[in-house]
């Protein structure tokens, strides 16, 4: 056994009240001593069983049962905690009279076996104050007895029983005194108001569960079918809301994986246009270091980039044909560029400007002015100097490429920033 058993409990043997005590044996393992005392005449009887003993006396009879579930069926019966097992405590006639029985019905059950092998031969040398704790297991279709056998200890000495009632009488007394001490009256007038209440409070409980079985009963017959009907509303009400927040629910986490897939896409994009913006960046200093003779349109005379993008120029037509110039806006045609017009014939011309009719210049015949922006003779920096439909390769400056590089950027940085606001606006929803 792993564990110590001490057990103590009253049981009644035939109408008599027992003192029946389970204890292990702390120096031997495996060893278990029960003890009977009579609580009338203070008589005792006791007994010692190792596991062998136990197993083996399982065995005789034809049920084997270990020592450990032995125990545990002692234990069972003493506390009736089980149907199945029973205790009873017979004499040595009172065990010759069973057999006797058993016998003369010539029925041979277990316990007539295993009682016949091990104690026919102990009976009759025996004195006639020896004990039998029968235990009996019960089954379906069987009963089995287990006898032990109990060693008559005799009657108490009486200097003992002296010393146990002195014991008994101081420990009266001392508590005689402490129920004086703590005014015994004083505690009985609590204890019967305290079962007074007690007493009120179970009739009024008694009354309120009658007034509530009254209440219920009038109540279901009148209001269970509307009141069912509430329920049954109120509930597909919310099994329909809850389906459309569902629908919401699962139609925003689509949006949500469609903004992420666009939000790795312009990452991506606003990485590769930063790169080239950085590259753009590396290479324009080197390229203005390589090029120190260019240099950037005159303010006062030219056009800016933008106005020219967002309105195309058109120089005013006058009566008197002066034609603005690069070298003399103010004046009209100098006249080496006079002279150059006068060289060139009207089909040269023609064939060298290339002129775009197209409805965002004009529709109408175009003037000196036109044909001299057209053919890049000025440089003002507006669309018609810079469109490559109209001017000759050797007409292509310095100027005109610095021009477009910033055309270019400034296209880059919109784009660049247009890309920010949209993952901006990404990010918040």
């Given at each position: 056994?792993?564990?110590?058993?001490?057990?103590?409990?009253?049981?009644?043997?035939?109408?008599?009240?027992?003192?029946?005590?389970?204890?292990?044996?702390?120096?031997?393992?495996?060893?278990?001593?029960v003890?009977?005392?009579?609580?009338?005449?203070?008589?005792?009887?006791?007994?010692?069983?190792?596991?062998a003993?136990?197993?083996?006396?399982?065995?005789?009879?034809?049920?084997?049962?270990?020592?450990d579930?032995?125990?545990?069926?002692?234990?069972?019966?003493?506390?009736?905690?089980?149907?199945?097992?029973?205790?009873?405590?017979?004499?040595?006639?009172?065990?010759?009279?069973?057999?006797?029985?058993?016998?003369?019905?010539?029925?041979?059950?277990?316990?007539?076996?295993?009682?016949?092998?091990?104690?026919?031969?102990?009976?009759?040398?025996?004195?006639?104050?020896?004990?039998?704790?029968?235990?009996?297991?019960?089954?379906?279709?069987?009963?089995?007895h287990?006898?032990?056998?109990?060693?008559?200890?005799?009657?108490?000495?009486?200097?003992?029983?002296?010393?146990?009632?002195q014991?008994?009488?101081?420990?009266?007394?001392?508590?005689?005194?402490?129920?004086?001490?703590?005014?015994?009256?004083?505690?009985?007038?609590?204890?019967d108001?305290?079962?007074?209440?007690?007493?009120?409070?179970?009739?009024?409980?008694?009354?309120?569960k009658?007034?509530?079985?009254?209440?219920?009963?009038?109540?279901?017959?009148?209001?269970?079918?509307?009141?069912?009907?509430?329920?049954?509303?109120?509930?597909?009400?919310?099994?329909?809301k809850?389906?459309?927040?569902?629908?919401?629910?699962?139609?925003?986490?689509?949006?949500?994986?469609?903004?992420?897939?666009?939000?790795?896409?312009?990452?991506?994009?606003?990485?590769?246009?930063?790169?080239?913006?950085?590259?753009?960046?590396?290479e324009?200093?080197?390229?203005?270091?390589?090029?120190?003779?260019?240099?950037?349109?005159?303010?006062?005379?030219?056009?800016?980039?933008?106005?020219?993008?967002?309105?195309?120029?058109?120089?005013?037509?006058?009566?008197?044909?002066?034609?603005?110039?690069?070298?003399?806006?103010?004046?009209?045609?100098?006249?080496?560029?006079?002279?150059?017009?006068?060289?060139?014939?009207?089909?040269?011309?023609?064939?060298?400007?290339?002129?775009?009719?197209?409805?965002?210049?004009?529709?109408?015949?175009?003037?000196?002015?036109?044909?001299?922006?057209?053919?890049?003779?000025?440089?003002?920096?507006?669309?018609?100097?810079?469109?490559?439909?109209?001017?000759?390769?050797?007409?292509?400056?310095k100027?005109?490429?610095?021009?477009?590089?910033?055309?270019?950027?400034?296209k880059?940085?919109?784009?660049?920033?247009?890309?920010?606001?949209?993952?901006?606006?990404?990010?918040?929803?």
């Amino acid at each position: 056994m792993n564990s110590l058993t001490n057990l103590m409990t009253v049981y009644k043997f035939r109408g008599k009240e027992y003192l029946v005590s389970l204890n292990t044996v702390k120096h031997r393992s495996g060893t278990i001593e029960v003890k009977i005392t009579d609580k009338k005449t203070l008589e005792e009887w006791h007994g010692l069983y190792d596991a062998a003993y136990i197993e083996n006396l399982t065995q005789k009879t034809g049920n084997f049962k270990r020592f450990d579930t032995f125990l545990s069926m002692l234990k069972s019966g003493l506390l009736t905690t089980s149907q199945c097992v029973s205790l009873d405590l017979l004499t040595l006639e009172d065990l010759e009279m069973l057999r006797n029985r058993v016998s003369s019905q010539g029925i041979t059950t277990s316990h007539s076996q295993g009682f016949t092998a091990s104690h026919s031969s102990q009976m009759f040398s025996s004195s006639n104050n020896k004990r039998y704790l029968i235990v009996t297991y019960t089954v379906e279709f069987d009963r089995i007895h287990y006898p032990l056998a109990l060693e008559y200890s005799g009657q108490p000495d009486p200097k003992i029983l002296q010393e146990n009632i002195q014991r008994l009488e101081k420990q009266v007394a001392f508590l005689e005194n402490q129920l004086n001490c703590n005014n015994l009256e004083d505690i009985t007038n609590q204890i019967d108001s305290l079962q007074k209440k007690v007493v009120d409070v179970t009739t009024e409980n008694v009354i309120l569960k009658e007034q509530i079985k009254k209440l219920s009963s009038v109540q279901v017959g009148k209001y269970t079918r509307k009141e069912m009907d509430m329920l049954f509303k109120s509930v597909y009400s919310l099994e329909s809301k809850l389906k459309g927040e569902r629908e919401i629910v699962d139609k925003l986490r689509r949006e949500k994986s469609q903004l992420s897939v666009q939000l790795e896409e312009a990452l991506k994009t606003e990485r590769f246009l930063k790169s080239q913006l950085r590259i753009f960046q590396f290479e324009q200093p080197a390229r203005r270091r390589q090029n120190p003779t260019a240099q950037s349109p005159s303010p006062t005379r030219n056009r800016s980039l933008n106005q020219c993008l967002e309105k195309p120029f058109h120089p005013k037509r006058e009566t008197e044909r002066k034609v603005w110039s690069a070298s003399s806006p103010e004046l009209g045609r100098s006249s080496s560029e006079d002279s150059y017009v006068r060289k060139r014939g009207k089909a040269n011309l023609k064939k060298r400007c290339q002129f775009n009719t197209s409805p965002r210049v004009r529709a109408s015949s175009p003037t000196f002015s036109e044909l001299s922006h057209n053919s890049g003779l000025s440089r003002c920096g507006c669309r018609n100097c810079l469109d490559t439909k109209f001017l000759r390769p050797e007409n292509q400056s310095k100027q005109y490429k610095d021009l477009k590089k910033c055309h270019d950027r400034e296209k880059l940085m919109k784009r660049i920033q247009s890309l920010e606001n949209l993952i901006s606006s990404i990010v918040l929803n």
